[in-house]
Structures are given as C-alpha cells and as structure tokens.
C-alpha cells in the first residue's frame, strides 16, 4: 500500500503483524492499558489515533525506527487535521516555522511546485550527507 493512501490504523496493523515477536491485539491492548476492542477500532480506524501516552508507548514496544515515527505521527495528524506531534513546537513557535508556513502557503497559491520542493529536498540531503562526512 501506498504511504499517501495509508490510513494510521492500517499502518499500526501491519507494523503489528509485521512484528517477529507475532503479536496480537491483545498483547498490544496489555501493553497500552486499554481493552482489545479499542486496539481493534483504532487498527480499523473506527477511532482516533492514539493520545501521547500511548502513541511513545507504542513506539518503544514495537521498536519503531525514525523513519516509523515521522510516518505515524504524521498519519495521526492526517486524521486529526493537525500539525505532526513531533512538529508542533517547531511549527508553530520558530522562525522556521514562520517560513516552512509562508512557503506552504506559497505552494497552496501555485507560487512553489513539487519541483521547487524535490530541489530543495535534494539540497537538504546533500547538505546532510556532506556534514555527517
């Protein structure tokens, strides 16, 4: 399944599953604290994703890498209509918050495309890959 067509219950579901260790629902509701049935209804996408608690919880006991983080917190977001967890402060309190917002809204007006986007993108990990060098 396509990341941009992926729901947050589904991911969680096949992270789950995905898992050597063959978890259940059940092993996951144990681990959260909450009934089978909800695990079921968020995996089904029947609730709202996960509240903080539970989401770094989640994290820890499935291992998740950075790359699953960034991808979770941003399918909940999805879901709530809301700014990534892990970008809310950065968002919404930093000058770079300002500019990451003026340029969305630059690209919602048509002024910035998807290509102005690969380029800088490209540029960002060129950057990284430089200073990790």
Known sequence: MQQKNM???QFLRAKRISD???LTLKDIAEELGVSVSFV????QGRRKPYDEEKTEKLIEF???SE???????DLAA???SR???DLDDIMMYSEAGEMARFALRMTKKGVIGDDDWRQFIH????????DND
């Open 20 to 22: 050597s260790r063959e």
């Open 83 to 85: 700014i990534p967890r």
């Open 40 to 43: 079921s209804d968020v995996e």
């Open 62 to 64: 499935l291992r998740f």
């Open 123 to 130: 540029y960002i990990k060129v950057k990284e890959t430089k």
């Open 67 to 73: 790359e699953d983080i960034a991808l979770m917190y």
């Open 7 to 9: 729901r947050y219950g």
């Open 78 to 80: 999805r879901e709530n």
